[in-house]
């Protein structure tokens, strides 16, 4: 049985006041920006804070809306907010939620501010710390290559007095990540790891 929606009417979100339910489209609400432009948007994203003002006034309100910056914004806040995002369940629908800090939540020009232009188009937003929130302190903009040496599934040894991933271990010696990886494997640590006896 299909649940009831809850309903929104007379709420605001943002520069969006919901006037009613849109009938014919079920979880769609009507709604009504500060400036007297109507449109329709869907629960999730006004509960989310994805949608809080009509198409206009996102438009010309910070002029990024056609960046890579902020459409990486808009999907920061949608993998931890919208349950029906494809990754929710690695963001916002974990045990301990991965919650965007209240500054960039609700502030497009705050997050740009904190993180600065995209350094380049194989630049992304990345956790510094994969169980730690999004927020100034934990983000930077990093290469996938940065960010594949930043996963929670990784494999860390110390090596020279450092922690360092398996695989960035790897490329550094010259040797075959799945060589490396079978050692650990079979239980080879410390000298034996990397120059087996």
């Known amino acids: 049985m299909r649940r009831k929606p809850e309903d ?3 709420r605001r979100y943002g520069a969006l006041t919901v006037l009613g339910p ?3 489209r079920r979880w769609y609400w009507h709604c009504i920006c500060r400036c007297g432009a109507k449109r329709q948007v869907r629960a999730d994203s006004l509960r989310a804070g994805i949608t809080t003002r009509c198409m206009a006034c996102s438009k010309t309100s910070h002029g990024y809306s056609r960046t890579s ?3 990486i914004w808009i999907r920061m806040r949608s993998r931890c907010y919208n349950s029906n995002h494809v990754h929710f369940s690695d963001y916002g629908g974990r045990l301990v939620p991965i919650k965007v800090c209240d500054r960039w939540l609700k502030s497009f020009d705050n997050f740009l501010a904190d993180m600065g232009r995209r350094p380049g188009p194989n630049y992304t ?9 999004y927020s100034k302190s934990n983000c930077r903009w990093a290469t996938k290559s940065e960010q594949s040496n930043n996963r929670r599934n990784n494999v860390f040894v110390r090596y020279a007095g450092r922690r360092i991933t398996l695989a960035m271990l ?3 010696l010259g040797i075959k990540r799945n060589t490396l990886y ?3 494997r079979r239980g080879d ?3 034996r790891l990397v120059r087996p006896v």
Not at 125 to 133: C, F, I, P, Q, V
Request: without cysteine; hydrophobic residues 25%; charged residues 35%.
């Open 189 to 191: 640590r410390g000298a």
């Open 8 to 10: 929104l009417s007379g």
């Open 170 to 172: 790897a490329d550094r």
């Open 69 to 71: 910056e902020y459409v």
């Open 22 to 24: 849109v009938i014919d």
């Open 125 to 133: 937003l990345d956790r510094k710390n994969n169980n730690g929130n």
């Open 182 to 184: 079978e050692r650990y």
